[in-house]
């Protein structure tokens, strides 16, 4: 782990794995977004090794749509993934034959409702945070990208906000037109990305925004007021990152994420021990 790869103090990172995926029906029929595989692993598993990579241990997952595969993933996950001796009996006895690298991770699985909008799942979730926790990380669950997570905290306490969110670049869907008054002045055809910038999903939160634009008795998506008027009392700050990210949105997203990982070009791994 290099200098600007430091270990970070025991932060709770906060995922929402509640929502339904539409768009990628035809898999999340099956599956929960968060669930559905690059390679043999779920792209929650690959999220939360970006956020061990980084010395962090402890999670908390906004469970709804679907709650019993993430139950019954963490709770046979030595069994996916090491051999196994099973002695049978009245008191049955299992014999791991691997360790495996996730063996310090605490996992908490927080129900917080099928329906229910991403503000009110994080105001549930809350109540798993210690009393010793200032700040936590918050992530949605479909989406990768190799930020460095150290200097997003740094820049998260830097700023003195109450909450820093990713800036990134989405991939561009279509091309883009260059305009000067009513005339194109230049034209891409499906640029790589848009020059723009959008909430990448990885962000840093201090706890006081909890309590300051979140209400138990409210339910409302995060992105909506909770976040509008965060912005509205200057309490939001960008943490620009120019690196890879991508979403799983999309069956298309799904097969590229899986062909870079299939090809072993997969570059939100950049932190990950080798």
């Not at 709804?64 to 019954?72: L, M």
């Not at 949605?140 to 150290?150: E, K, P, R, T």
Request: hydrophobic fraction near 40%; charged fraction near 25%; aromatic fraction near 12%.
């Amino acid at each position: 782990m290099n200098q600007k790869q430091k270990k970070l103090p025991d932060i709770p990172v906060m995922i929402l794995c509640g929502g339904k995926g539409t768009r990628l029906r035809d898999v999340t029929e099956v599956l929960p977004k968060p669930m559905v595989p690059i390679g043999m692993q779920p792209i929650l598993w690959h999220i939360m090794k970006s956020y061990a990579a980084f010395g962090l241990r402890r999670f908390i997952l906004c469970l709804g749509y679907k709650s019993e595969a993430f139950i019954d993933f963490f709770m046979n996950f030595h069994l996916r993934i090491s051999d196994a001796t099973i002695t049978l009996g009245h008191d049955p006895e299992i014999h791991f034959h691997q360790e495996v690298e996730e063996a310090d991770w605490q996992i908490t699985l927080a129900q917080t409702g099928i329906e229910t909008k991403t503000g009110l799942r994080v105001a549930r979730a809350a109540r798993y945070l210690k009393d010793g926790d200032r700040d936590f990380f918050l992530t949605y669950g479909d989406g990768v990208a190799d930020i460095n997570i150290s200097e997003l905290y740094r820049a998260h306490r830097q700023s003195g906000k109450l909450l820093t969110v990713s800036a990134v670049h989405p991939p561009a869907r279509f091309g883009e037109m260059i305009l000067k008054g009513d005339t194109v002045i230049d034209f891409a055809e499906k640029a790589p990305r848009s020059n723009g910038y959008i909430n990448g999903g990885f962000m840093a939160v201090d706890r006081d925004f909890l309590t300051r634009y979140l209400d138990l008795n409210r339910d409302e998506f995060l992105e909506q007021s909770p976040i509008i008027n965060c912005v509205k009392d200057r309490q939001m700050n960008a943490f620009r990152h120019e690196g890879f990210w991508q979403c799983m949105d999309t069956p298309r997203e799904y097969t590229l994420l899986n062909e870079l990982w299939s090809k072993k070009r997969a570059p939100w791994t950049r932190y990950w021990e080798k």
